[in-house]
């Protein structure tokens, strides 16, 4: 069977049989592979990361559009559910075990979303801003990336954007998750923080971390449509890695109230 041919036939079931399949698969395949015991959940004992060593501080602007007091409130329940989340060497950080699914019953609150590669609304909208600002911290702090989905089009110009064009992690519960190993040989920890205007984020170790430093390539399509963006990261020994190589569409296609 095709991929469009699969693709089209996944989307014709209910959303919520879609999601079950989904979450059902993907801890089948957490147990096969090891990786579920090796994943941070939220029963996790939190640290006050802030007595050690802070390795990297990132901050990036909320900006105001639709829907922006619900994503305000979003990214405040995530930034608490992730704070103080420690990772011993070899665990794996993953958002969705951490944060859980987002609910009304939980608390989440409407924000802009994209689903199917349209721009819309959703419960828990506006949570991959704090999900793409963890995966630039994981990149930055030299942490392994196990799972990471770039969004399927750019809706910022550059006076709107908040990060980089590939640093971007989209999350969708039950399809998409960011996940992020520790490969150091010491503990490091997350900490958010949440204002009217800014997010913060900042990683702690145990010893000393060398930052990683991070280089974009954005190539513009001819015709304007598209555009592929390449992320290489160089630790500090010198070494080169070509982490993402995405193609984004360009512009939003429209939005519903």
């Known amino acids: 069977m095709n991929v469009g041919l699969r693709m089209r036939l996944r989307r014709a079931l209910p959303e919520a049989l879609r999601e079950r399949i989904a979450?059902?698969?993907?801890?089948l395949r957490d147990r096969i592979s090891g990786a579920g015991g090796l994943i941070v959940g939220p029963s996790r004992v939190r640290v006050d990361p802030r007595g050690r060593t802070e390795a990297l501080r990132l901050t990036q602007t909320i900006r105001r559009?639709?829907?922006?007091?619900?994503?305000?409130?979003?990214?405040?329940?995530?930034?608490?559910?992730?704070?103080?989340?420690?990772?011993?060497?070899?665990?794996?950080?993953?958002?969705w075990a951490l944060v859980g699914r987002p609910t009304g019953a939980r608390g989440f609150a409407i924000g802009r979303a994209i689903r199917d590669d349209r721009l819309g609304q959703d419960v828990g909208g506006g949570l991959c801003q704090i999900s793409g600002l963890a995966y630039e911290m994981g990149l930055r702090a030299g942490l392994a990336v196990i799972e990471r989905h770039p969004h399927s089009r750019d809706l910022y110009d550059e006076a709107t954007r908040f990060t980089p064009l590939g640093f971007d992690a989209t999350i969708v519960w039950g399809h998409k998750d960011l996940r992020?190993?520790?490969?150091a040989s010491h503990a490091v920890a997350f900490?958010?923080?949440?204002t009217e205007v800014?997010?913060?984020?900042?990683?702690?170790?145990?010893?000393?971390?060398?930052?990683?430093?991070?280089?974009?390539?954005?190539?513009?399509?001819?015709?304007?449509?598209?555009?592929?963006?390449?992320?290489?990261?160089?630790s500090a020994s010198g070494g080169a890695e070509l982490v993402s190589e995405d193609v984004y569409a360009v512009g939003a296609t429209g939005y519903h109230e």
Not at 23 to 27: C, E, H, L, P, T
């Open 23 to 27: 979450v059902s698969r993907r801890a």
């Open 65 to 95: 559009s639709q829907n922006w007091q619900g994503k305000l409130h979003n990214l405040r329940l995530a930034a608490r559910l992730l704070d103080g989340v420690a990772l011993a060497p070899g665990e794996i950080f993953s958002f």
């Open 180 to 183: 992020l190993r520790n490969a």
């Open 198 to 234: 800014d997010i913060c984020g900042c990683v702690f170790a145990d010893a000393q971390i060398a930052r990683s430093e991070l280089e974009v390539e954005r190539e513009d399509a001819d015709d304007g449509r598209t555009r592929m963006v390449r992320v290489r990261r160089f």
């Open 191 to 194: 900490a958010f923080e949440v």
